[in-house]
Every structure is written in structure tokens, then in C-alpha cells.
């Protein structure tokens, strides 16, 4: 369940490693990564009973969530805007696909590297300072422009493939 929310949304975890949404706890995270805080979005079938709610686990997004997504995507997405990750093929991902190795191991290089350029981008912004912005309109630091060259390793990670041929 954990990769299949990571899988699901992961455009929405990058938000969080660049520090566009704000950050969370550990405890959050674990909510977040299992069904526990999607499952307080939905709504109480019977206000009494914690226990009757029609949550559904493979859409467990769409009532929304403040913690996560922020207020403003939170009601989008709470009023039918689609956030979920899709494939290159158009194709929906269903919950099985998490559960390969493969894939598993590729959505953690990838988080892993999107975690490693956002600490890149906040160094350059805390050695530059004021000029940061002035220094880099348009153009990444220096450090990722030489990660950039280095594309077909960055891009040739573990079984990357996978994406390049169904990433959307």
C-alpha cells in the first residue's frame, strides 16, 4: 500500500521534496504513505460509528487532504481535479504494479534523486543569498547543469526504463 500511494501520487510527493508544500513529520508521513489519514477525509456514513465510511483504497485521494496537498489543492481535488499519477500509455496504475520489485526500486531512485536536486537548488539558494535569483533566472545552479550532462545516468538508474516508456 505504501508504494502504490508513493506510485499514485508522486508528482505531489515532489512538491513536498522541493519545499512547495510544507514539510511533515514522521508520524505524517507514515498516515499519509498507509490509508489512516485518507481514511479520516472520507466522510462517516453513520456519524456515531468511527467505523462506516465507503472508503475505496484505490482512489483514496479524492476527498482530498489538507496535510497533504495544501488547502487550495486539497479543495481541487476534493471538487474532482485528477492528480493521480497516469502512464505514458494513458493507461491508469492499478494497485498490483506497486507490489513489483522493480518498480518499487525505481520510485525510490527517482525520489531519491528529485531529493537530491531540491538540497542542490536550497544550497545554491543559501550561498547566493539575494542574488540567487538574479544569478539563475531561467537556469538551473551550476551543480545541476553538470547533473544534466550526466542525464543517461541519471536517466539509466535502476530499471528506469520503466518510466521512460510509460511515464506520462
Known amino acids: 500500500m505504501y508504494y502504490y500511494h508513493l506510485f499514485i501520487l508522486q508528482n505531489q510527493f515532489l512538491l513536498h521534496v522541493e519545499g512547495n508544500l ?4 514522521t508520524e505524517e508521513w507514515r498516515s499519509i504513505l498507509g490509508n489512516t489519514y485518507w481514511k479520516s477525509m472520507w466522510p462517516r456514513l453513520n456519524a456515531g460509528d468511527a467505523g462506516s465510511s465507503n472508503f475505496d483504497p484505490v482512489q483514496f485521494w479524492i476527498k482530498g487532504g489538507p496535510l497533504f496537498f495544501g488547502d487550495k489543492l486539497s479543495t481541487k481535488v476534493a471538487f474532482g481535479h485528477e492528480v493521480a499519477f497516469v502512464l505514458h500509455c494513458h493507461c491508469e496504475v492499478q494497485m498490483d504494479m506497486a507490489d513489483d520489485d522493480e518498480i518499487q526500486q525505481t ?51 535502476v530499471n528506469s526504463g520503466f518510466f521512460a516508456d510509460k511515464k506520462a
Request: no cysteine; proline share 5%; net charge negative.
Open 22 to 25: 510544507p514539510g511533515l513529520t
Open 107 to 157: 520510485l525510490l531512485y527517482h525520489l531519491n534523486m528529485d531529493h537530491v536536486s531540491a538540497e542542490i537548488k536550497e544550497m545554491d539558494r543559501l550561498q547566493f543569498g539575494l542574488d540567487y535569483e538574479r544569478r539563475n533566472q531561467g537556469r538551473l545552479s551550476p551543480i545541476l547543469d553538470m547533473m544534466d550532462m550526466w542525464g543517461p545516468i541519471r536517466d539509466g538508474g
